[in-house]
């Protein structure tokens, strides 16, 4: 039996469609770059590298065949790739958030790894903070009188991260972090440093348009907490290389 005919018709590119091929706009550059349906991640030519924001994965998430199907996602630094797909497929199920605040949460999760590489910290504290944090905080309702405590950001997390089998430990430096932001106050743990400078840079990166230079090195100075956060702020707001 050939390898196509054990795939899954969602592997196998006899079952694709012309819409299955498609160009995302680099979020570095602007420029379009060519996603095949099942890409997890691809690199623009401006050196970019980043995710493929409609890959749906959530077969993963039930199918025995998986790791057979899709052996390259279950082998060595992917299962860090593989966590934080695995966190996107669960928000979009929990909070059906729309594609401009996905793909938001995406980015901030991009930089946040990052940042991860270079200053260490937990991947799948820093991931669970920055994707479901994002989505869980955005996804609230107007009225706080029409909020209750199982709709609160924390509460949502716990959820999906345990129905993903996440460690207690782990869901609780999570909600540390959620609780952290949505007081305003900061944290010397390296985990809430790297998210803090994940989400401010990409705040930067949405207002760069509307602010000169000076700004923005006044902002890099102040905002970002993190070596590495600085840098890549220069690299992508200044245009000024890494060292």
């Known amino acids: 039996m050939q390898k196509d005919d054990m795939r899954c018709p969602g592997q196998n590119t006899l079952f694709w469609k012309p819409d299955d091929i498609y160009d995302v706009t680099c979020p570095s550059c602007g420029k379009p770059v060519e996603f095949w349906k099942d890409d997890s991640k691809r690199t623009c030519n401006c050196g970019h590298r980043f995710l493929n924001p409609k890959r749906d994965l959530g077969c993963l998430e039930y199918c025995k065949y998986a790791e057979q199907c899709m052996p390259e996602m279950f082998q060595g630094e992917d299962m860090k790739a593989l966590y934080r797909d695995r966190l996107l497929v669960a928000a979009k199920i929990a909070l059906k958030p729309d594609d401009t605040r996905l793909r938001r949460s995406q980015e901030v999760a991009e930089l946040a790894e990052e940042i991860l590489d270079a200053e260490g910290g937990q991947p799948k504290v820093v991931f669970a903070a920055t994707i479901l944090g994002e989505l869980a905080l955005n996804s609230q ?39 952290h932001r949505m007081n305003g106050t900061g944290s010397e743990d390296v985990n809430h440093r790297v998210v803090s400078d994940a989400l401010t840079l990409a705040d930067l990166l949405e207002k760069q348009a509307l602010l000169d230079r000076s700004a923005l090195e006044r902002l890099i100075e102040s905002k970002l907490i993190t070596a590495t956060g600085q840098r890549l702020a220069r690299k992508r707001l200044l245009s000024d290389e890494e060292d």
């Open 141 to 179: 309702p107007q009225s706080v009188q029409a909020a209750s405590p199982t709709d609160s950001p924390s509460a949502i997390t716990r959820k999906v991260l345990a129905n993903l089998g996440t460690e207690k430990e782990v869901i609780d430096h999570v909600c540390q972090i959620i609780e």
